[in-house]
């Protein structure tokens, strides 16, 4: 192959490589936006496509806010309306930017933004880095005070979900507790990025497969499988239950007393669980582990933990981190029977 085919041939190759590392995250969608604020960060200059216009958005002393609407099934900005609009910068790359819905929420993001219209709502999809998505998810997610062994767990932890597969079908995550975190990129600490850059590519896998490993906030004492809470994953590992020394050293209980109007909960399966606090609050059972009950009052759940407790305990890995423990073994007691391996560049 003479030489310059053969330095196409490379370009490509690091082209596919690289774009194989970003991630689409649905963002905001919580809010249902109806509008949107675009702006730039810093001295940032969006390039904003809409249509067959390109609409170039200048930061710092040019500042400029840009309104972007929902009208049925098309996005509207500045008069022009459109099946969708692109923003990255002006030479196709990434960018930073606000995005803002008014007077609920404002995050700063790096990457590229599209956004499309349905039924009169907003979907905006930010198209990031996956290593720049896993600081900022690993940041939202643990304590960033935690020690680095810790942050490490979380960081491996963190990229092999992103790494397993997408869970929606409009974008790859979403950003809320149905996937992971994702905040601003400037919450990121120096320590958590010390957590990923030492962890780069390397993800949890189980038989050759990377798996989406879930992790939670404090398991009460014990891990349990995807059999104990009635869950089904993208992947045949069954999250095996194994004792947490530091939460029983180290409980924290909760207790909620039901409003006489609410049902008693018949179950701790995780889809139950998701179901009554939908329907009375997330606060209302905010852990799988509890029991139930009654006294002259009436019903009365004590717990014991937070979140799922499936796979890592995020307050059992600050712990076993604090005993010297490094992250691959931290890893090993909550994922029994998995390898930490390194992802294809």
Aim: proline residues 5%; glycine residues 8%.
């Amino acid at each position: 192959m003479p030489l310059h085919g053969r330095t196409i041939l490379l370009l490509l190759l690091i082209s596919a490589a690289h774009a194989q590392t970003a991630v689409r995250f649905g963002v905001l969608g919580l809010f249902h936006p109806k509008e949107l604020v675009l702006e730039p960060n810093g001295v940032q200059v969006l390039s904003v496509r809409a249509a067959d216009n390109n609409l170039l958005l200048k930061g710092e002393h040019n500042h400029r806010l840009l309104l972007i609407h929902a009208d049925d099934e098309h996005v509207v900005i500045q008069g022009i309306s459109t099946s969708s609009c692109t923003v990255d910068a002006r030479d196709g790359g990434p960018v930073r930017f606000r995005l803002s819905i008014s007077g609920k929420i404002s995050r700063i993001y790096e990457g590229k933004l599209s956004v499309t219209a349905h039924h009169g709502v907003l979907t905006a999809t930010i198209s990031m880095d996956r290593e720049k998505a896993v600081a900022s998810i690993v940041a939202a997610e643990m304590p960033t005070d935690a020690p680095l062994e810790a942050l490490r767990a979380q960081a491996v932890v963190t990229r092999s979900f992103l790494a397993a597969g997408p869970r929606h079908r409009d974008f790859d995550f979403c950003d809320t507790t149905h996937c992971q975190f994702l905040r601003s990129p400037d919450d990121v600490s120096a320590r958590v990025a010390q957590a990923v850059a030492s962890t780069r590519s390397l993800v949890l896998s189980w038989h050759n497969q990377t798996i989406p490993a879930l992790y939670s906030s404090r398991c009460g004492g014990q891990t349990r499988s995807l059999a104990d809470v009635g869950m089904h994953a993208n992947t045949a590992y069954p999250y095996y239950s194994v004792q947490c020394k530091w939460c029983r050293e180290h409980p924290v209980r909760w207790e909620r007393r039901l409003d006489p109007a609410a049902r008693s909960p018949q179950s701790s399966n995780e889809s139950a669980r998701i179901a009554y606090a939908r329907q009375w609050g997330w606060s209302a059972l905010p852990g799988s582990t509890f029991t139930i009950r009654q006294d002259a009052g009436g019903v009365i759940i004590d717990g014991q933990s937070i979140g799922h407790s499936l796979g890592l305990c995020q307050s059992g890995a600050i712990g076993l981190a604090q005993s010297g423990a490094d992250f691959r073994s931290i890893l090993a007691h909550y994922y029994p029977n998995t390898d930490v391996t390194e992802l294809p560049e």
